[in-house]
Nanobody
Framework: QVQLEEFGGGSVQAGGSLKLACTASRNNYLLCEKAWYRQAPGKERELVSSIIVSEGTRKYGNSVKGRFTISQDYAKTVIYLEMNSLESEDTAVYYC????????????WGPGTQVTVSS
C-alpha cells in the first residue's frame, strides 16, 4: 500500500509564495506518475501539475503556468510544488496524488493541505 502526505500549506498574502511537499511512505517504486490537484470551495477538483517519476516530464494547468513549479528530490520519493505570485483564486485544498505504473488513473491520494491566499 502507498500512503501520501502533504506538508507546507498555510496562509499567505497575494503575491507571496509557498512551497508544498508530498512524501510517499511506502512502496514508492510502484509509482510512475505523481501530481498535485486542488479543490476550491464549490468547485471541482482540478489538476495543478504532474510529473513522470522516471524521466521528469512535467505538465501544468493553464491557470498556474509560469507561476508554479513541480519538482522531485534526487531519490524521487518526495515531490514539491513551489507556488509563486499567488492569487486569491489559488485558495484551495491541495492534494498530492500518485499513479501506479500501468494504471490509467491516480489511485493514491493524500489527505490534503489548505492553502489560503488573502488579497
Amino acid at each position: 500500500q502507498v500512503q501520501l502526505e502533504e506538508f507546507g500549506g498555510g496562509s499567505v498574502q497575494a503575491g507571496g509564495s509557498l512551497k508544498l511537499a508530498c512524501t510517499a511512505s511506502r512502496n514508492n517504486y510502484l509509482l510512475c506518475e505523481k501530481a498535485w490537484y486542488r479543490q476550491a470551495p464549490g468547485k471541482e477538483r482540478e489538476l495543478v501539475s504532474s510529473i513522470i517519476v522516471s524521466e521528469g516530464t512535467r505538465k501544468y494547468g493553464n491557470s498556474v503556468k509560469g507561476r508554479f513549479t513541480i519538482s522531485q528530490d534526487y531519490a524521487k520519493t518526495v515531490i514539491y510544488l513551489e507556488m509563486n505570485s499567488l492569487e486569491s483564486e489559488d485558495t484551495a485544498v491541495y492534494y498530492c496524488a500518485a499513479k501506479r505504473c500501468g494504471e490509467p488513473s491516480f489511485g493514491y491520494w493524500g489527505p490534503g493541505t489548505q492553502v489560503t491566499v488573502s488579497s
